[in-house]
T-cell receptor, first 115, second 110 residues
Framework: DAMVIQNPRYQVTQFGKPVTLSCSQT?????MYWYQQKSSQAPKLLFHYYDKDFNNEADTPDNFQSRRPNTSFCFLDIRSPGLGDAAMYLC??????????????FGPGTRLTVL | DAKTTQPPSMDCAEGRAANLPCNHS???????VYWYRQIHSQGPQYIIH???NNETNEMASLIITEDRKSSTLILPHATLRDTAVYYC???????????FGQGTTLQVKP
């Protein structure tokens, strides 16, 4: 089945130690998104790629960066994780249709713990 | 994008219809109503979306009022596996971004 895959499902890192989360998709979608979801809160968009074009949300901290080496893969890099970055990180994809009916499909998420 | 208002929580008996309301009084003409749900510790799952007309798929029905200021998601025969947070999202504008509100926690009880 075509899907959005996130690895690992659980990641533990130390305060200040860089960490990379990965997302892959078999849907051949043009757009890939990264969301952050803190405990008991709604998901919040960090940034997205439309093909190779990177689109950062205005309030996303500089500590968060992303790479998309090809259509299938997208990475979330946290340069110096703080305790406040502990969260579920969700990857989503969409075809990239122009207009308002471009459904986003989510992966299962990676839960990041910062010690 | 227009804001949405949903009750924070609802209960439903297993096998009964679950009716989840959403207010979006500031919705504009080109904005769609989307519903997603998130089961505990999983990624959000797309349910259904609509513009003006009522919509139905294998998961649910979406009823949108004629003035489009509110909508109701209907799960016709709720099961325990439908226990989740349900998000109503108004989506449109130039970016079509999903902006999640706090959603409704639906608890389906035996």
């Amino acid at each position: 089945d075509a899907m959005v895959i996130q690895n690992p499902r659980y990641q533990v890192t130390q305060f200040g130690k860089p960490v990379t989360l990965s997302c892959s998709q078999t849907l051949n979608h043009n757009v890939m998104y990264w969301y952050q979801q803190k405990s008991s809160q709604a998901p919040k968009l960090l940034f997205h790629y439309y093909d190779k074009d990177f689109n950062n949300e205005a309030d996303t901290p500089d500590n968060f960066q992303s790479r998309r080496p090809n259509t299938s893969f997208c990475f979330l890099d946290i340069r110096s994780p703080g305790l406040g970055d502990a969260a579920m990180y969700l990857c989503a994809t969409s075809r990239g249709d122009r207009g308002y009916t471009d459904t986003q499909y989510f992966g299962p998420g990676t839960r990041l713990t910062v010690l | 994008d227009a804001k949405t208002t949903q009750p924070p929580s609802m209960d439903c008996a297993e096998g009964r219809a679950a009716n989840l309301p959403c207010n979006h009084s500031t919705i504009s003409g080109n904005e769609y109503v989307y519903w997603y749900r998130q089961i505990h510790s999983q990624g959000p799952q797309y349910i259904i979306h609509g513009l003006k007309n009522n919509e139905t798929n294998e998961m649910a029905s979406l009823i949108i009022t004629e003035d489009r200021k509110s909508s109701t998601l209907i799960l016709p025969h709720a099961t325990l596996r439908d226990t989740a947070v349900y998000y109503c999202i108004v989506r449109g504008g130039n970016t079509g971004k999903l902006i999640f509100g706090q959603g409704t926690t639906l608890q389906v009880k035996p």
